[in-house]
């Protein structure tokens, strides 16, 4: 479908006739909203289809892992097995305990995608609302934030995540939860900063002077005018970001400081399969395969996201 | 611009303050004796736990040993780690080793982003254009420990035309390995950004006016299209030279490089919090300073800035 406002016609080449193309829109036509509009360039892109496909599989396997695979991941493990090359009905082969490569695979498959999208979901609630206030209301929160965001700018992420996991309390209570906690500890600054400039930019516009006039309170007007128009660049960053935390927690459980190698996850499957790497590389591979696909669907809808909400690229 | 200077060099105290206070806070002041772990089951003598207690202040409350810390750390008299050994010492082999690897990724990252960048920017929309852009985003989605060990073990191992592993003397040579795999990373927005800012220079006035005045295509692209196009690459790769020398605790670790990252790693996992906050402060100000050369620089590169009174 395409937008009302655009007319078909025909414009004369500019060297044939002295008058300027003249008004190409029809005005008095609702134009289509910002999300409606970005829906339909979406539904043309290859990169948002074939991403978009990607992530429903892969929260298909997350939810229901039984429906992909019929081999039980840990038990059946023989030692016998160990390193093996794939057989009839272990189609990938076996790690170095002699458990299933594929069935593992399969079921980590709900640990990595859940760190990631409540780190995502912690740093949205932590970075938005923090952000949001700042922008909007300035004063000592914006500057407080300012200066929050440059020290932690100032910090590389894997130097702050190695320090913090050392802490008793993360020593202690290690899981999905404090992995989380600790990606969103470090990771809020950012997405507050992004927010706090998309709100800034929107807080003086018309429609919001409008609002207030017509007796929208100050913070009515924040949650019902300003945040849903900057809320653009925030759901670009989040689906970037979701991708980045699948990543970080399989660096810091590859690393022995990230998730209990009870837990299933593709990061403890890489480390694990370090050992292995010389006699079978493929069982490192297979994982890294899942974490990388799976990544790259996230920063390719994000990337696609960012070419239809983002004005500025918009005109390239 | 000497304003300017002056404002951006007073906001990076509070900065360098602030982590640095972070980061010690973590490290020492937090329950769990560090004196203790480094026993482990063997009980000491209350003579021998005071006087390492004295000896790295943690018989004085919380403020007084961070200002010891600082005060220690601007006279660079930084002490000797858990096994006795100079800091100092330490730090002066194992920073130049982590400084080479990270300027060598650098270089890698820079040449290669940008000229892809540019290439692919000039023929926007063609084949070498989208395979491009889509190969950068498969380089950011492969994780660099998984890039590491498939570099290892087919370029290092397989094919044998690097070392796999750089051991104890690091030099340009042995370190082409990791700092591939460190830069490559970085690679793919230095490509993306100069491609972006190719695209933007491309249609802006002053190249229509080169254009216009029937330069040729060569002087075109590189004297308007490209210089241009370098001031936002320049300030990523300023301020990546900071993040890649932090961020290299990965890459040392499966090269087995001897550098800043590798040592941290360890210093973290035996619980030596002299040595990881001292290491994690000279790399905080090695950041900080980096980002404050690299706004410096923009400010320089940018006219719009450089004439500001």
Not at chain 1, 223 to 247: E, Q
Not at chain 2, 61 to 76: A, K, M
Request: hydrophobic share 55%; net charge positive; charged share 15%.
């Amino acid at each position: 479908m395409k937008s009302n406002r655009q007319i078909e016609h025909f414009v004369a080449p500019f060297d044939e006739t002295p008058l300027p193309a003249t008004d190409t829109l029809k005005v008095e036509a609702a134009p289509l909203g910002l999300w409606v509009d970005a829906w339909h360039k979406l539904r043309r892109r290859l990169m948002f289809i074939i991403s978009a496909a990607m992530i429903l599989l892969i929260f298909a396997v997350a939810l229901l892992p039984g429906l992909f695979t019929q081999a039980p991941p840990n038990a059946n493990c023989l030692l016998a097995n160990s390193e093996g090359l794939p057989t009839e009905g272990h189609p990938l082969g076996f790690t170095f305990q002699g458990c299933d490569v594929y069935s593992r695979i399969i079921h980590g498959t709900r640990a990595s995608l859940s760190v990631g999208v409540l780190s995502v979901i912690c740093v949205l609630i932590m970075g938005v609302t923090l952000g949001a206030l700042a922008g909007y209301y300035g004063g000592w929160i914006g500057a407080l934030l300012a200066r929050l965001g440059d020290i932690f700018f100032a910090l590389p992420v894997l130097l702050g995540a190695l320090v913090i996991t050392q802490l008793p309390f993360f020593r202690e209570n290690k899981g999905v939860w404090t992995v989380v906690l600790l990606i969103a500890m470090l990771a809020w600054p950012q997405m507050a900063r992004i927010t706090r400039g998309a709100v800034i930019e929107v807080r003086n516009a018309d429609f919001v002077t409008a609002a207030r006039a017509l007796g929208v309170s100050r913070f009515g007007a924040l949650v019902r005018h300003v945040l849903p128009n900057a809320i653009a660049p925030v759901i670009v960053l989040a689906t970037l970001d979701l991708g980045v935390f699948i990543v970080l927690e399989a660096t810091l459980s590859f690393l022995g400081v990230g998730m209990p190698t009870s837990i299933m996850s593709w990061g403890n499957d890489i480390s694990e399969a370090q050992q292995s790497i010389r006699t079978n590389t493929m069982i490192l591979i297979y994982p890294a395969i899942a974490l990388s696909v799976t990544v790259l669907s996230f920063i390719m809808l994000g990337d696609a996201l960012r070419d239809v909400l983002d004005p500025k690229s918009r005109q390239r | 611009m000497t304003r300017y200077i002056l404002r951006r060099l007073l906001q990076v105290i509070p900065v360098f303050f602030g982590t640095t206070l972070l980061v010690y806070y973590m490290v020492f002041a937090l329950p769990g004796d560090p004196i203790a772990a480094l026993f482990g089951d063997k009980q000491p003598k209350q003579s021998v736990i005071d006087a390492l207690r004295a000896q790295y202040h943690l018989d004085e409350p919380f403020w007084v040993q961070y200002g010891l810390f600082l005060r220690d750390l601007i006279t660079f008299d930084l002490g000797v780690d858990f096994t006795q050994q100079p800091i100092a010492a330490t730090l002066g082999r194992i920073f130049p080793v982590t400084a080479m690897l990270a300027v060598e990724a650098l270089i890698i990252e820079a040449v290669f982003g940008v000229a892809f960048g540019l290439f692919a920017g000039l023929r926007k929309g063609k084949l070498f254009d989208s395979t491009v852009l889509v190969m950068s985003l498969v380089v950011i989605a492969v994780p660099t420990f998984v890039l590491g060990f498939v570099l290892q073990v087919v370029i290092g191992v397989q094919l044998g035309w690097a070392r796999p592993t750089v051991g104890a003397n690091a030099d340009w040579g042995t370190l082409i390995l990791p700092a591939i795999v460190l830069g490559l990373g970085s690679f793919a927005y230095v490509l993306r950004l100069t491609r972006a800012s190719v695209l933007e220079n491309m249609n802006s006035d002053y190249v229509r006016t080169a254009r216009a005045k029937g330069l040729s295509r060569q002087r075109v692209v590189m004297t308007h299209i490209l210089r241009n196009s370098m001031i936002p690459v320049v300030t990523f790769l300023g301020a990546d030279l900071g993040g890649l020398m932090g961020g290299a605790i990965v890459t040392e670790g499966i090269f087995n490089v001897p550098g800043v990252g590798n040592k941290l790693f360890q210093a973290v996992l035996r619980g030596e919090g002299p040595t990881v906050v001292v290491i994690v402060s000279v790399l905080v100000l090695v950041i900080v300073v980096a980002n404050l050369m690299v706004d410096l620089l923009y400010a320089w590169l940018d006219p719009r800035i450089r004439y500001e009174k």
